[in-house]
Nanobody
Framework: EVQLQASGGGLVQTGGSLRLSCATS????????FAWFRQAPGKEREGVAI????????YYRDSVKGRFTISRDNAKNTVYLQMSGLKPEDTAIYYC?????????????WGQGTQVTVSS
């Protein structure tokens, strides 16, 4: 069974930092790219950051560039999202996503989410 366990959320003041973790099990970690998504109350889920396989290319939505860093530890089967300079608009439930796509395979898994609340 594939599991993605997100943790590290919490309440932080504007300008503060948090590090989210996504511990995975049941999948071949090196074969997957990973992403962090978030969903604020009343809003659609949106992608925040992506990290690929191989050279681990990273991509960020414009609003978090320079403040968030996604990384992966292939030895620990864990993905991280380091968030700094947090703003109230970053308040959301953050979800970890794992994707593997080849010519013959399309797999997509979600974690349960972790709440991030940024107070003004």
């Amino acid at each position: 069974e594939v599991q993605l366990q997100a943790s590290g959320g919490g309440l932080v003041q504007t300008g503060g930092s948090l590090r989210l973790s996504c511990a995975t099990s049941g999948l071949t970690f090196d074969d997957y790219s990973f992403a962090w998504f978030r969903q604020a109350p009343g809003k659609e889920r949106e992608g925040v950051a992506i990290i690929g396989i191989g050279d681990s290319s990273t991509y960020y939505r414009d609003s978090v560039k320079g403040r968030f860093t996604i990384s992966r530890d292939n030895a620990k089967n864990t993905v991280y999202l380091q968030m700094s300079g947090l703003k109230p608009e970053d308040t959301a439930i953050y979800y970890c996503n794992a994707v593997r796509r080849t010519v013959t395979v399309s797999l997509n898994y979600w974690g349960q989410g972790t709440q991030v609340t940024v107070s003004s």
